[in-house]
């Protein structure tokens, strides 16, 4: 999502780039699928089995099944004609059987200047998407946490000693990551560390996702127009890095302290994969929306709640909290990652000490004080507009191109 807004920002503002993705539903205008027909599309799920029935076998438990890529499969798409025609080659998440570490080095191999959008940790890591407390990226990975059987040779050593291979050979790639956060763990990688990098927030269509009238989007999607929604919402919520239980704990303080004894005026909003047993434990009423497909199903969904709530535990630039200021709604997130730098600790949002259910609660409180709910949503609405706007972030990367490749 985020390189298909980036793409069309960058078009919208003078620079011709297309989109080659391994399958593509819907595919606006300036949208390629690597793989076309039924044949090429099952081939494409075959290669993602693959890589991760190749990581199965060395998983430490189904919870990190898609925390790790070992790239050990994926198609070759150097001698595909969006490939040869291009002038630059602008990589972004490339996992899950799409390009392997074999795919890169053929990428590379053409000569041509990469930059490489990085939405998580993995390429200056032995294979996690995001590290945790381990800091093995700092010096060579070995002995990986995500693995059953860690040594001194693992999987994750020998992944990261392929990637050092391939990187002592190309020159030419700049780097680029969401946050200066992630920006910062490149810097200090054994992997990456003497590459540039230059760090620039997503885009936004800040016309599409705007504040709505909250009234006529509660009646739209049946929700009740006299509570306190709590908006949450990840691709998987159940994944431990979005914190769920964080979440679910803060519930819990909130309903033991809620005035009068009960949590009428409360209720949860959640989008995305989640478990119902999860749900049916919270202390107050949940609407669960499942997966959301569509721009404007989000927007109607945002403007809809009161604030949205994401208590990662790491996160790079989430989508999710910019969507949410975009739309004027507040966010309510832990002091991690790159979320300090979207949320304004007690301007647009509130920033909770980091695996604090107790101080996530206290955030949820402040902004649904009913004295600071104007305040909030303007100061929301005007950071998305002049940090993630379309025109702003085109042009940082329009300067990417020229300063550093001279196209």
């Known amino acids: 999502m985020a390189c298909r807004r980036l793409v069309r920002a960058l078009r919208r503002h003078g620079t011709e780039a297309t989109l080659l993705a391994q399958t593509v539903e819907n595919p606006e205008y300036f949208e390629v699928a690597a793989a076309n027909g039924w044949l090429q599309r099952k081939a494409a799920f075959g290669r993602f089995a693959s890589e991760r029935l190749h990581f199965y076998l060395h998983e430490k438990s189904r919870a990190v099944r898609f925390a790790f890529s070992p790239a050990s499969v994926g198609m070759d798409i150097s001698r ?3 490939v040869r025609q291009a002038d630059v080659i602008h990589l972004h998440w490339i996992n899950f ?6 795919s890169l080095e053929n990428l590379f191999a053409l000569g041509k200047p990469v930059v490489w959008t990085l939405h998580d940790m993995w390429a200056f890591t032995g294979g ?3 590290s945790g407390e381990c800091t093995h990226y700092q010096t060579h990975c070995h002995h990986c946490p995500f693995l059953r059987t860690a040594s001194a040779h693992d ?3 020998r992944v990261f000693e392929e990637k050092a291979r391939i990187f002592a050979k190309t020159p030419r790639i700049h780097f680029v990551t969401c946050s200066q956060w992630l920006a910062n763990c490149l810097k200090v990688s054994a992997l990456l560390g003497k590459f540039p990098v230059t760090a620039i927030p997503n885009p936004i269509d800040t016309a599409l ?9 509660r009646q739209k999607l049946g929700l009740p127009a006299d509570k306190k929604l709590i908006l949450f919402g990840a691709m998987n919520t159940q994944d431990p890095r979005k914190g769920f239980a964080y979440l679910a704990e803060a519930l ?4 033991r302290t809620s005035q009068n004894g009960d949590t009428d005026g409360l209720e949860l909003v959640i989008f995305g994969k989640a478990n119902p047993d999860a749900l049916a434990a919270l202390p107050f009423r949940v609407h669960d929306y499942g997966a959301v497909r569509g721009d404007a199903a989000l927007v109607d969904l945002y403007n809809a709640c009161d604030l949205l709530v994401l208590p990662s535990l790491e996160d790079n630039l989430p989508n999710t909290v910019m969507e949410a200021l975009a739309c004027g709604v507040p966010a309510v997130a832990f002091d991690t990652g790159g979320l300090p730098e979207m949320i304004d600790h007690s301007r647009n949002g509130y ?3 980091y695996r604090s259910a107790e101080d996530l609660a206290e955030g949820i409180r402040f902004v649904l004080d009913n004295a600071r709910k104007n305040q909030l949503k303007e100061a929301a609405r005007q950071s998305a507009t002049e940090r993630f706007s379309e025109a702003a972030v085109a042009a940082r990367y329009q300067d990417v191109y020229r300063l550093a490749f001279g196209v």
Do not use: E, V
């Not at 059987?97 to 074999?102: A, C, E, Q, V």
């Not at 819990?252 to 309903?255: E, L, Q, V």
């Open 128 to 130: 996690c998407h995001y």
């Open 209 to 217: 996702y705007a504040p709505l009238q909250q009234a006529a989007m």
């Open 351 to 353: 920033l909770a000490r």
């Open 252 to 255: 819990r303080k909130i309903a």
């Open 97 to 102: 059987g799409f390009l392997s570490l074999l």
């Open 155 to 157: 999987l994750s050593f």
């Open 80 to 82: 595909h004609p969006a």
